[in-house]
Antibody
């Protein structure tokens, strides 16, 4: 079964750090780009960034709102991608989804999401 | 404020047809493929349309996508109460070098 499963969410204080994981299965992970998309409660979808697969030399890209604070990485031997979040702000509070395209060029594989709450 | 503009809400009766628009610019919709997602309450989004007008396996042909210039439209025919959801358009913005989403449209089936 094709799936991605996020973990690592939780409560963190402003200025703190958190690392999310995205475990993938059922498809060729090393060749796939992985994106993170977040959604604040009652709000729309916001793209956070991506890390490409091996064919594209693991290039990364980030939204302006997280650039310089968030870092994406991956371990293809574990079929897992990571989102390291530093200098967290209250506005980073959201459900974070790991997403990828497996059978189409769109985001056809979504995880269940993991909730990150930044609050004192 | 989203780079892609969608109406906040649309509504129609069961069995009817509804369209949801998404407008952008030459740096996004005008020169890149557009994707549509359906998000039912409390669930992760699901891909409905890819590359402007293609349907993934399992998506009924009641859902369609079209593009004209810097705008795209999602069409849903034979509306069902189960279609009540939020719908998002998405594409790549070549000028910003980021993925962009529309603000989302809430569909109500009256």
């Amino acid at each position: 079964e094709v799936q991605v499963v996020e973990s690592g969410g939780g409560l963190v204080q402003p200025g703190g750090s958190l690392k999310l994981s995205c475990a993938a299965s059922g498809f060729t992970f090393s060749g796939s780009g992985l994106h993170w998309v977040r959604q604040a409660s009652g709000k729309g979808l916001e793209w956070v960034g991506l890390i490409e697969g091996k064919p594209k030399n693991y290039a990364t890209g980030y939204s302006a709102s997280v650039k310089g604070r968030f870092t994406m990485s991956r371990d293809d031997s574990k079929n897992t991608a990571y989102l390291q979040m530093n200098s967290l702000k209250t506005e980073d509070t959201a459900v974070y989804y790991c997403v990828t395209g497996v059978t189409t060029t769109g985001f056809d594989c979504w995880g269940q999401g993991t909730l990150v709450t930044v609050s004192s | 404020q989203s780079v892609l503009t969608q109406p906040p809400s649309v509504s129609a009766a069961p069995g009817q047809k509804v369209t949801i628009s998404c407008s952008g610019s030459s740096s996004n919709i005008g020169n890149n493929y557009v994707y549509w997602y359906q998000q039912l309450p409390g669930t992760a989004p699901k891909l409905l349309i890819y590359e402007n007008n293609k349907r993934p396996s399992g998506i009924p042909d009641r859902f369609s996508g079209s593009q004209s210039g810097t705008s795209v439209t999602l069409g849903i025919t034979g509306l069902q109460t189960g279609d009540e959801a939020d719908y998002y358009c998405e594409t790549w913005d070549s000028s910003l070098s980021v993925v962009v989403f529309g603000g989302g449209t809430k569909l109500t089936v009256l």
